[in-house]
């Protein structure tokens, strides 16, 4: 059972407009939220992210809003531009334990092309 | 400024051959991770290891080991590799305890298991 849901394989956008990502989750001990940017042959980097005690951050470009009550977050990217074609991936973590460590739980991605 | 290194980049096993996957961090993190990534599956935990001298598994151990070598190094190992678990492998480390700010990730190996 997928406790972190990304539900649109791909998003496509003309160069200039929002692009809006959206992911669920189903696990409510989530505490942070993270969005991850991948380019093909290359690892995931880190985009931004969230605590649960917010609703939104904002990052240059990149907003990150998060509706607990309905255990859904998105990713807004204003403008979007072509080298913001890539693999967008939602994470999640819950606190652990002392002495142990955070694992991340990630969706499935959703591959963003912005065209020009 | 290397971050997290993974070798080899790509490798093809014949089943039932043995290979370990290498993975070295150099920003001093105290956990390190093992992930796969398959399509439309995103990227799911193998095994990870909070500190020097801890390992735990994670979503999907079965057919691998660990070996959390020092501070530095992650390596995991296929035993005796299986067609299902071709697929692209990532290490990543994070400062503990807390790994707010999520995972530097390694750039992957292929690994095609034939």
């Known amino acids: 059972d997928q406790q972190v849901k990304q539900n649109s394989p791909s998003l496509s956008v003309q160069e200039g407009r929002i692009s809006i990502l959206n992911c669920d989750y189903t696990?409510?001990?989530?505490?942070?939220f993270l969005w991850y940017k991948k380019y093909p042959a290359e690892g995931p980097t880190f985009l931004i992210s969230?605590?649960?005690?917010?609703d939104k951050n904002e990052d240059g470009r990149f907003t990150v809003f998060l509706n607990k009550s309905a255990k859904h977050l998105s990713l807004h990217i204003v403008p979007s531009q072509p080298g913001d074609s890539a693999v967008y991936f939602c994470a999640a973590s819950a606190a652990v334990s002392s002495g142990s460590a955070r694992q991340l739980t990630f969706g499935s991605g959703t591959q963003l092309t912005v065209l020009p | 400024n290397a971050g997290v290194t993974q070798t080899p980049k790509f490798q093809v096993l014949k089943t039932g051959q043995s290979m370990t996957l290498q993975c070295a961090q150099d920003m001093n993190h105290n956990s390190m991770y093992w992930y796969r990534q398959d399509p439309g599956m995103g990227l799911r935990l193998i095994y990870y290891s909070a500190s020097e001298g801890t390992t735990d598994k994670g979503e999907v151990p079965n057919g691998y080991n660990v070996s959390r070598l020092n501070k530095r190094e992650f390596s995991l190992r296929l035993e005796s590799a299986a067609p299902s678990q071709t697929s692209v492998y990532f290490c990543a480390s994070s400062e503990a305890p807390s790994g707010v700010y999520g995972y530097t990730f390694g750039s992957g190996t292929r690994l095609t298991v034939v």
């Open positions: 696990n409510s001990m989530f505490d942070y």
């Open positions: 969230i605590s649960s005690i917010k």
